[in-house]
């Protein structure tokens, strides 16, 4: 029986409430393909059996599948009862077990959104995270349903000689590959690619006696940027063991690169794919930051290989159960190996900017969200990096003793399954015997929690007093606050973690014989927003004085904040003679380098009331200018002392040397310096200072401005990643129009079809704050995403919400804004993942 039913209605939210376990499962798939230019032939025999937890009778068992040419169908080999809809299919009354043969027509070739089995530069390659599968065959595609895999490749050898899947090669012959994966696993795990690549090989021996072949797949013209990748991964197998006791379970590894792919990476079981962003490196065409952002990809996708892969979710509102947990893993891999300072400097400046904004604004929602429109619209800042905050609170509370109890326990209870969040910190609290029930408020509430203190010292009894209160809740959170009670000549009083788990909670602290000066939520220990009565003096004895780094950041970032938005409460004598102080004193050029920058625009943004974007930005502009004046000698004999020839090397000493020259060229740039950038450029032996010298000529009045552009770009045109830099440097910078961006989307090198180089300048172009935001600049983001929404619906909804905060700007941006968001929500045909975007946008208050 067959019939087609054709949905017009406008798209409806899924919610986590209505979850219900499938009443089917599968025991395995068995997937062949048959690779052609024009169209791709998928067969499968699927092996269902009847979930032992179910007991209804199941009438209809629904498989999702969508953009598929049904070709045959049979169930126990004989004609199969379904009903054909337009996003899957029925099968009627299905027996308790049967094998399921499926035969679909595909089209690779022609998928410009990058999901499911599509083409990248003449190779075939898969995305099926969140659900993709269904674009490849007709399948339960949920992650609470796990299967062994094994698929057979056919294809011409001449064309694409690499064929590879999940697992362990099997066999393999002069027209297919045959791959098998031992290990259970949900189909958005599934990975295949085909093309002409070459690998750089390896191997590890892991603690259990396997010897693990290390391969990374790029194409041929880039072998010579994977050596970095292959250093990086192997580092992180080694640390997965060494902190976390976690070896790897299958006797091959691989990464493959591509350059058409919408997100960093993607951790397939055994097979990850990557943006070829996110692994070729080496000293001529990445910069430092590349370099380390690499690193922490490949180990964070290398550790998903246990918490995501081996435990999985069981359904996608528990993202963050993998997500949030291997970010975490991810920033203590880059803290242990490099700067443990700069990393969280680095990793909270990224929450602050994006995540703090994104709680503030109508896209906010828990880290574990209650419903969504279309998932890929919650692979989100507050879903990772929020999640790692709260996995991090509980790493405070537990200590690292605790926490890997807990992990042990995690992964004797579940390895195998698809689990929530509720067993990953249940886990947490029975190993440990903590009670976390009234943590779980991190879990389900969504906005920042906001926290003041109040002081006050009892000189008659020697005890000081400081009481939180936290703000605009109902119900505490439970918030860990590390923190250090300083004397005034330096002394460290009393120091540790306490934990404000009401909503106005006062700690004494007794035998202090003077007021002294607090330090709280060093490391930023919990993800809130907190004000203090400290005052300017205080903050900056802790600018130049607390023994925590980070803190010592984070005073001078208010500090600089203060200047920008409210100069006349800053003594910049004072302000200034701290920066030198601490110039003179402090050895940790990365720090220094952090301690210099000034707020983003984006960050201000957070701290005005109605967004004047041109004011802000002159503010900034101005301050900028007034520091550069003011510390011009210090900058300059900065960068002299660190301008002198040494072999390129990534120790953190080196690239904080680099870090500090830079940031202080940027300084003398604003007052004219351009011979200065202009040579570095000219003597440059690495990116990292050829790319800072770019910058700043890009963003200045300087006449050398159009020949570097030129320079750069015949020097790198053949190089697909350093091109998106010269793209994106140019998009940035404050001198770029409208109309330059037009003419740059016109360049022969731009492609609408390729994400990094679309987000390379029009994402960019969307950080230009004194250029992007005009009536011009609204019109040509709108025009990008609905053609966007056409071709790659994913990107387009990243784009849209660009848009989120339109309520936040004064009127004369305000109102433009929202003219466009009404624009694109009465298009024709909006994807589920913009109209979820932009008819949130609209409805919400931000």
Known sequence: ?????????????????????????????????????????????????????????????????????????EVDGKNANYELLNNGLSLLNPPDAFILDVKVRIHPESKTDLNGLYQSSGNFCTQCEAMGFREITYFLDRPDVLSVFTTTINANRDNYPVLLSNGNLVSESATQAIWHDPTPKPCYLFALVAGKLDYLQDSFMTSTGREVDLRIYVEPHNMHKTAFAMESLIKAFKWDEQRFNLSY????????????????????????????????????????SSFIRIESIIAHEYFHNWTGNRVTCRDWFQLSLKEGLTVFRDQEFSSDLRSRAIQRITDVNQLKTRQFAEDAGPMAHPVRPESYIAMDNFYTSTVYEKGAEVIRMIHTILGEEGFQKGMGLYFDRHDGDAVTIDDFVASMADANNYNFENFMPWYSKSGTPEVSIEDEYDSSQNIYRATFTQKNQTEPFVIPNNFGLLSADGIELDSGMILVDELVKTFEFKNIKAKPIASWFRGFSAPVKFNSNLSISDRIYLASGDSDPFNR???????????????????????FEMIKNIFNKDSDFALLSEMISLPSEQIIHQHVGRINVKQVHLQRETSILSISKALKELFYDTFQKLNYKKDYDLSSASVGERALKNKCLSFLVKLGEYELAFKQYNNADNMTDQFSAFQCLLDSSSPYKEEVIERFYSQHKKDAQVMDKWFSAQSISSSTSVADIRKLMKHNLFKMTN????????????????????????????????????????????????????????????SLQEDQLKLILDSHKLTDDVYEIVNTALKGNS
């Open 553 to 575: 950041w984070d005073n001078v970032q208010s500090l600089w904040l203060e200047y920008i938005l409210n100069s006349e409460h800053v003594e910049e004598q004072k302000l």
């Open 1 to 73: 029986m067959r019939s087609i039913t054709i949905s017009t209605l406008k798209p409806k939210p899924i919610y986590r409430k209505n979850y219900t376990a499938s009443s089917h499962l599968i025991k395995t798939t068995k997937l062949s393909f048959d690779l052609k230019e024009d169209e791709t032939i998928v067969t499968s025999q699927i092996s269902f059996y009847k979930n032992p937890n179910s007991e209804e009778l199941v009438k209809e068992l629904f498989l999702n599948g969508e953009a598929l040419e049904l070709i045959s169908i």
């Open 755 to 814: 994400p990094n180089r679309i987000r390379s300048v029009m994402g960019s172009f969307t950080q230009n704050s004194i250029q992007f935001h005009c009536k011009e600049g609204y019109q040509l983001a709108t025009e990008v995403i609905l053609e966007l929404d056409s071709l790659n619906p994913q990107i387009a909804a990243r784009f849209a919400g660009i848009y989120n905060h339109w309520r936040r700007f004064i009127d004369d941006y305000s």
């Open 249 to 288: 379970d299958l006797d091959i590894y691989m990464i493959v690169a591509v350059d058409d792919f919408n997100m960093g990476a993607m951790e397939n079981k055994g097979l990850n794919i990557f943006n070829s962003d996110c692994v070729l490196a080496n000293q001529e065409t990445s910069t430092d």
